[in-house]
T-cell receptor
Framework: GESVGLHLPTLSVQEGDNSIINCAYS??????FIWYKQESGKGPQFIID?????DKRQGQRVTVLLNKTVKHLSLQIAATQPGDSAVYFCAENMGNSGYALNFGKGTSLLVTP | EPEVTQTPSHQVTQMGQEVILRCVPI?????FYWYRQILGQKVEFLVS????????KSEIFDDQFSVERPDGSNFTLKIRSTKLEDSAMYFCASRDSGIEEQYFGPGTRLTVT
C-alpha cells in the first residue's frame, strides 16, 4: 500500500551545523505534510507543516521543502543545537475525512558538542 | 499552553485482561485520535473520532478495540482482551476544527505479559 518512508535512519551532526532530514512519500494524493519531533519518553511534537500547493515553508530555525515531482520532503534545521537531538518523523495526511496521519519510520538526530 | 494529557503513564496487564487508556484532549478541540507506536517502530494510526462517532479506523483497530467519549472531557481507548502484541506506546491526539495540526499527548506505555 501507500507509505511514507525516510532515507536515513540516523544522523549525527555537530552543534552549530545545519541538519537536513529527508523523507520520501508515495501517495501522490497527499495534500498535507507535517514534521514531528519526538524526544525520549514523550509524544510527537509538531514542528512545521506544509500543504501541497507550496514548495517551501519557513519557521524558526526550520524549513520544510516539498518536491512533488519526486515526492520528496525535507526538514532543514539551521544552527543545530543539543536540544534538537530527537527522532524526527515526517507524516502525511492519509487523504481521508478524519485527517488521520500516516507516519514515516523516523530519523534519529544526534547533535554532538 | 493547553496540552493533551494521558493516564496512566504506564500500564502493565496480563494477556487476556481488559485495559482502558484515558485521555483528556485540549478542551476546545473537536477531533480526537488514537495512535500506537511499537518499540522502535513508526507511529501507526488506530482511529479517529468526531461528533461522538468513529470517523476512520485502521486495520489494527479490530473488534478488540473500542473508543468512547464518556463525558465532555475524557476520551478512552479500551482493549477488551489484550494480546502480547498489543504492547506499545499509545498516543492520544486532538485537533481543532479547521486546523489540521494534531496535538499529541505524552503517551501510555502498555505492557502485556
Amino acid at each position: 500500500g501507500e507509505s511514507v518512508g525516510l532515507h536515513l535512519p540516523t544522523l549525527s551532526v555537530q552543534e552549530g551545523d545545519n541538519s537536513i532530514i529527508n523523507c520520501a512519500y508515495s501517495n501522490s494524493a497527499s495534500d498535507y505534510f507535517i514534521w514531528y519531533k519526538q524526544e525520549s519518553g514523550k509524544g510527537p511534537q509538531f514542528i512545521i507543516d506544509i500543504r501541497s500547493n507550496m514548495d517551501k515553508r519557513q519557521g524558526q530555525r526550520v524549513t520544510v521543502l516539498l518536491n512533488k515531482t519526486v515526492k520528496h520532503l525535507s526538514l532543514q534545521i539551521a544552527a543545530t543545537q543539543p536540544g534538537d537531538s530527537a527522532v524526527y518523523f515526517c507524516a502525511e495526511n492519509m487523504g481521508n475525512s478524519g485527517y488521520a496521519l500516516n507516519f514515516g519510520k523516523g530519523t534519529s538526530l544526534l547533535v554532538t558538542p | 499552553e493547553p496540552e493533551v494529557t494521558q493516564t496512566p503513564s504506564h500500564q502493565v496487564t496480563q494477556m487476556g485482561q481488559e485495559v482502558i487508556l484515558r485521555c483528556v484532549p485540549i478542551s476546545n478541540h473537536l477531533y480526537f485520535y488514537w495512535y500506537r507506536q511499537i518499540l522502535g517502530q513508526k507511529v501507526e494510526f488506530l482511529v479517529s473520532f468526531y461528533n461522538n462517532e468513529i470517523s476512520e479506523k485502521s486495520e489494527i483497530f479490530d473488534d478488540q478495540f473500542s473508543v468512547e467519549r464518556p463525558d465532555g472531557s475524557n476520551f478512552t481507548l479500551k482493549i477488551r482482551s489484550t494480546k502480547l502484541e498489543d504492547s506499545a506506546m499509545y498516543f492520544c491526539a486532538s485537533r481543532d476544527s479547521g486546523i489540521e495540526e494534531q496535538y499529541f499527548g505524552p503517551g501510555t506505555r502498555l505492557t502485556v505479559t
